[in-house]
């Protein structure tokens, strides 16, 4: 699973990361943060994640 993040639409909210805070951080800066090795496990929590982002920032594609 592939996650990016239009950073020009991200308005920092933390949705993603209350959702599921092992993929998705934001670093000092409040840039979001995703790693690039998502589980197979964390599959469906990322897309719920993804799906609810209230400025609809992020994407994301299965492999």
Same mark, same amino acid.
């Given at each position: 699973? =592939?996650?990016?993040?239009?950073?020009?639409?991200?308005?920092? &909210?933390?949705?993603?990361?209350?959702?599921?805070?092992?993929? !998705?951080? !934001?670093?000092?800066?409040? =840039?979001?943060?995703?790693v690039?090795?998502? =589980? @197979?496990?964390? &599959?469906?929590?990322?897309? !719920?994640?993804?799906?609810q982002? @209230?400025?609809?920032?992020?994407? &994301?594609?299965?492999?």
């Open positions: 699973m =592939k996650v990016t993040v239009d950073r020009g639409v991200c308005c920092s &909210y933390g949705a993603c990361t209350e959702t599921i805070g092992d993929v !998705f951080s !934001f670093d000092d800066d409040d =840039k979001l943060m995703i690039d090795d998502i =589980k @197979p496990e964390q &599959y469906a929590r990322v897309r !719920f994640a993804c799906e982002c @209230p400025s609809q920032a992020l994407s &994301y594609a299965d492999d």
